[in-house]
């Protein structure tokens, strides 16, 4: 397990940076994985995250939100983002991987999911942040929309050696 890039504009000290996601925490706690780019490990990335939550004492309708938003995230980042849609490690082609940093600050959480799949930021924005909602007859496009729709914040980056993207995502207050 290996670090994800740091957080773009976000202090892991005591207390949080001002911007968009809060002034002022005190604490925080923070899940960091770097894995293969593949289905498996999103399979294995989500269920450290669930227990990892749950330990946080985060409520069940807020893990399965978690869930489904981390689920996307990384589905992207493996068919998308370097991955070239690798099952497992036997198809995964020239080691990509992909990193998700998990982050608790006061009442709220930032989950940021980092590829190695180049990408322009500003087609992702796009895609996360569409005017219309998606047809509903095409098969394809809806997880990015979901996403935007089931938290508060949504950034696109490049990841600092700009190999890959990073989406970061935040729900302000999980108590409302």
């Known amino acids: 397990m290996s670090e994800v ?3 773009h504009g976000f202090d892991e000290g005591a207390a949080a940076a001002p911007g968009p996601y809060g002034r002022g925490f005190t604490t925080a706690r923070d899940l960091r994985l770097r894995l293969p780019s593949t289905h ?7 269920s450290m995250l669930r227990h990892f939550a749950r330990l946080q ?5 807020e893990v399965e939100r978690l869930m489904l938003v981390s689920s996307e995230l ?13 099952l497992d490690d036997s198809q995964l082609l020239h080691g990509a ?3 998700l940093h998990l982050l608790f600050i006061g009442h709220g959480w930032r989950l940021e999911v980092s ?5 322009d930021p500003e087609a992702m924005r796009r895609r996360l942040l569409p005017k219309d909602a998606p047809d509903e007859l095409d098969e394809r496009g809806r997880g990015m929309f979901l996403i935007a729709e089931l938290v508060d914040h949504v950034e696109v980056h490049r990841t600092s050696d700009n190999r890959g993207l990073v989406v970061s995502v935040a729900r302000d207050d999980v108590r409302k």
């Open 74 to 86: 990384l589905a992207n980042a493996v068919d998308h983002g370097g991955g070239g849609a690798a």
């Open 57 to 61: 004492g985060l409520h069940d309708r």
């Open 115 to 119: 590829d190695q799949g180049g990408g």
């Open 5 to 7: 890039d740091a957080p």
């Open 97 to 99: 991987s992909m990193g």
């Open 40 to 46: 498996d490990a999103v399979r294995l990335a989500r």
